[in-house]
C-alpha cells in the first residue's frame, strides 16, 4: 500500500477513535510477540511486539472475493499501516466442506491487487486457521476440565427444540451435568472417530437461560467425517465459527477484530470464550476485542456468495472473473482500479448503521482516478468513412496528439492522416437537427488535431443507408499552423486514417442489473408476488462492437488503460488480448448515464 503514515489526513471514523483511544492508554504496549501464532506461554516468552495494533482480513476461501470484501481490506489493512501495525492475511479455513485452493490463490491476488501487503516488521503475517485445528482442541479440553464445556448427545431435532425462543428461556441438556472426567472421555472418542456425524457435540457450558440466544450454550466442536483441504483426514471433529474465530485472532496477537454487524450478538460469546480460555492460562491477556461496522451494500449488484455463485453455475455470466461481476477479479479485467476502491472505502467511511451506497459512487471513482492516470486514446467505436475528395490517394502525414490534455508533461504522440479516415456514424447527418454543429453539406468542421474540412454529401446503398461520407479538406488549417486559427468552426469531431486503424472487437460493459435492488418487490406487485433477482439482469450488459482504433493501441500491453476520447475509459483485457492483438473492455463511460433514466 501507498505511504501514508499520516493519520490525520484520513476522514476520522469511531474505528479510528478505538484505535488511537488505545493506543495512547497504552492498553496493548506490553504484548509479546514470539513471531508468530502462538499459545499466551509462548507468546509471553517473545520479544515485545513490535506492532503497534493488529489487525486482520480472514476470508473464507470458499468463493471469490467482492466489491463488499474491499471495503474490509482496506479498512483493515489501512488502519494497520496507519497506525504502525500489521494486517494478518488469514484464511478462515475450519470448514473442512467448499474450501478450495483455487479460492486461496485467487483471494491472495485480488488483495495484493488492491495494493496490501502483510508483510512486515520482517516478516509476512499469511496465516491459516486450520493450523489451529490442535491448539483449538487442547483448549476445548481444557474447558472441559475446567467445567466450561461439555458433550451433548441430544439429536440436532432436540437441541433446537430446547433451544427456546426470544422470548422463552432454553431447557437443560440431560447430559449437561456429565463429569468433566466422562466429558474428556467422550470428546477424545469423537476425535478417535468412534461416532458417526451428528451423534455428539462439545458445547460451552454457560446459561440455558441467557437472554441473547447465543450464550445459551453454544456448539463449539461437531463431528464431520470430511477430508479438509490442507490437514487431510487428520481431525473427524471442526471448531465452530463462533469458538475458532475468537481463538485464532488471540493467537495472532490480535488487538482489534474487525467484523460486519450482524456478528454483534456474537461479541458476549467471543469476550467468555477467551476469557475462560486465558483463565487456563493458554492464552496471554490483553485479549483481543471485536468492533463491528455496517456491510456495504450496492445497487444494481448482488454480493450474497450464494447468488454470485449461481450466476457463475447458471452461465448468466461468463465466470467469477466476468468483467461485469462484483467480483475483484471482475474488477481488474473491467479496468476498474485499485485506486478507485481506495478512494471509495474513503468516501463511503465506516459506520455502524447500514446503509446502502448507489454504484454510480463506485464508478465515479474509477472515472476520477482513471481521469488522473489513462492516457488518451482515439476510437471509433461506430465507423463510417469519410473521404476527402480533394486529398490525393497516396497522402500521409502526421498530426500531433496530446497525451493528456491536463497533463501537458505527458507529451504527444503522432497520428497519421489520410485521404480515407473513419468517423463515428453518429457525427454525420444529412439535414442538421437545431444545435447539430457536427457533419452534414455544407458544414465547417474540424478533425481534431487534424485540419478543417466542409462536408459535401454522402453515398448511400441500395436501402439508403449511408455508406461514405464526402468533404474536402480546406487550406491552412492544420491544428497547431498559424493558419488554424482563421477558421471559425464549432464542431470538433475525432476521426482515424482508415488504412492505418487497428480494426479490433471492444466489449461495452454496463451494469449486470437493470434496476437498483434486484429481486426486490417493487411498487404496484401484486400481493405474494415473489421476484427472482435473475428476471432483473440487464439484458444490455454486454455488447461486442467491431471498432477502429488509433494504430498505437495495437501495442497495449493486458490491463493498459486508456481513455477513448468522448466515449469512456478502457482497458486491454487481461484474458484475452493478444501480444499485437489487444482486446479492449469498456470499464465506464465518462459520464453517468444512468443518473437520468437509462
Ligand atoms: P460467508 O457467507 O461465506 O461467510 P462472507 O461474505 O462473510 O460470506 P467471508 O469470506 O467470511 O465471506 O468474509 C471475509 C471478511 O469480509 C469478513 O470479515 C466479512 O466481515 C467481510 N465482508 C464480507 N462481506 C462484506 C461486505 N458486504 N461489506 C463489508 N465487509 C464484508
Ligand atoms: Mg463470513
Redesign the pocket.
Known amino acids: 500500500m501507498a505511504d501514508a503514515p499520516n493519520p490525520e489526513h484520513k476522514p476520522a471514523n469511531f474505528l479510528r477513535h478505538i484505535v488511537e483511544h488505545d493506543l495512547a492508554q497504552g492498553i496493548y504496549a506490553g504484548r509479546r510477540w514470539s513471531g508468530k501464532p502462538a499459545s499466551g506461554p509462548e507468546q509471553q516468552a517473545g520479544q515485545p511486539d513490535p506492532a503497534n495494533i493488529r489487525t486482520r482480513?480472514?476470508?473464507?476461501p470458499?468463493?471469490y472475493l467482492h466489491f463488499?470484501?474491499a471495503?474490509?481490506i482496506l479498512l483493515n489493512f489501512g488502519l494497520a499501516r496507519d497506525y504502525g501495525g500489521v494486517c494478518h492475511m488469514r484464511f478462515?479455513d475450519t470448514n473442512p466442506e467448499k474450501e478450495d485452493q483455487e479460492y486461496v490463490d485467487a483471494i491472495l491476488d485480488s488483495v495484493k491487487w488492491l495494493g496490501c501487503s502483510w508483510d512486515a516488521f520482517g516478516q509476512g503475517h499469511l496465516f491459516h486457521a486450520s493450523d489451529y485445528f490442535d491448539f483449538m482442541v487442547q483448549a476445548a479440553e481444557a474447558l472441559i476440565e475446567a467445567g466450561h464445556a461439555y458433550v451433548d448427545s441430544q439429536s440436532a431435532e432436540e437441541m433446537r427444540a430446547n433451544r427456546g425462543t426470544l422470548t422463552e428461556a432454553g431447557k437443560d441438556s440431560p447430559y449437561r451435568s456429565r463429569s468433566p472426567a466422562e466429558n474428556l472421555d467422550l470428546f477424545k472418542r469423537m476425535q478417535a472417530g468412534e461416532f458417526p456425524d451428528g451423534a455428539h457435540i462439545l458445547r460451552a457450558k454457560i446459561d440455558m437461560a441467557a437472554p441473547n440466544i447465543n450464550l445459551r450454550d453454544p456448539a463449539i466442536f461437531r463431528i464431520r467425517h470430511a477430508e479438509h483441504h490442507r490437514t487431510g483426514d487428520r481431525f473427524c471433529v471442526y471448531p465452530m465459527y463462533t469458538y475458532a474465530h475468537p481463538i485464532e485472532d488471540a493467537l495472532e496477537n490480535i488487538t482489534h477484530s474487525i467484523?460486519?454487524l450482524e456478528f454483534e450478538d456474537q461479541r458476549p460469546f467471543y469476550d467468555w470464550i477467551l476469557e475462560r480460555i486465558a483463565d487456563c492460562g493458554l492464552l496471554a491477556r490483553p485479549l483481543p476485542k471485536q468492533y463491528e461496522f455496517s456491510?456495504?451494500?450496492l445497487t444494481y449488484v448482488v454480493?450474497s456468495?450464494r447468488k454470485l455463485i449461481q450466476l457463475v453455475e447458471e452461465k448468466h455470466v461468463e465466470g467469477w472473473d466476468d468483467p461485469r461481476m462484483p467480483t475483484l477479479v471482475g474488477a481488474r479485467r473491467r479496468g476498474f482500479t485499485p485506486e478507485g476502491f481506495q478512494l471509495f472505502s474513503e468516501r463511503i467511511g465506516v459506520t455502524k448503521s447500514d446503509s446502502l451506497i448507489d454504484m454510480s459512487v463506485l464508478e465515479d471513482c474509477m472515472r476520477e482516478t482513471l481521469n488522473e492516470s489513462a492516457p488518451r486514446r482515439i476510437a471509433v467505436l461506430d465507423p463510417v468513412k469519410l473521404i476527402l475528395d480533394n486529398v490525393p490517394e497516396d497522402h500521409e502525414e502526421w498530426c500531433e496528439a496530446p497525451n493528456h490534455p491536463q497533463k501537458p508533461e505527458l507529451g504527444k504522440r503522432p497520428v497519421p492522416f489520410s485521404r480515407e479516415l473513419w468517423i463515428e456514424r453518429e457525427d454525420f447527418v444529412e439535414t442538421p437537427p437545431k444545435g447539430f454543429f457536427r457533419l452534414f453539406p455544407g458544414n465547417l468542421v474540424r478533425l481534431r488535431y487534424g485540419f478543417v474540412i466542409k462536408c459535401v454529401g454522402c453515398d448511400k446503398d441500395a436501402n439508403g443507408n449511408i455508406i461514405a461520407v464526402h468533404a474536402e479538406l480546406q487550406p491552412d488549417s492544420k491544428s497547431g499552423t498559424p493558419g488554424a486559427d482563421t477558421y471559425k468552426v464549432k464542431g470538433n469531431i475525432h476521426w482515424l486514417s482508415a488504412k492505418h486503424a487497428y480494426p479490433c472487437a471492444v466489449r461495452l460493459y454496463d451494469r449486470l442489473f437493470a434496476v437498483p435492488a434486484p429481486g426486490a418487490r417493487r411498487e404496484g406487485d401484486a400481493e405474494g408476488l415473489e421476484r427472482d433477482f435473475l428476471d432483473d439482469l440487464n439484458p444490455r450488459s454486454k455488447q461486442i462492437i467491431s471498432a477502429q482504433l488509433e494504430p498505437s493501441l495495437k501495442e497495449a500491453m493486458a490491463e493498459d488503460r486508456f481513455q477513448f476520447e468522448r466515449h469512456g475509459y478502457f482497458v486491454a483485457d487481461r484474458k484475452d488480448s493478444k501480444p499485437g492483438a489487444p482486446v479492449f473492455n469498456r470499464a465506464v463511460t465518462l459520464k453517468d448515464s444512468w443518473a437520468k433514466g437509462h
Open positions: 482480513f480472514p476470508p473464507e470458499n468463493g463488499g470484501h471495503k474490509s478462515d467484523c460486519t456491510r456495504l451494500n454480493l456468495k
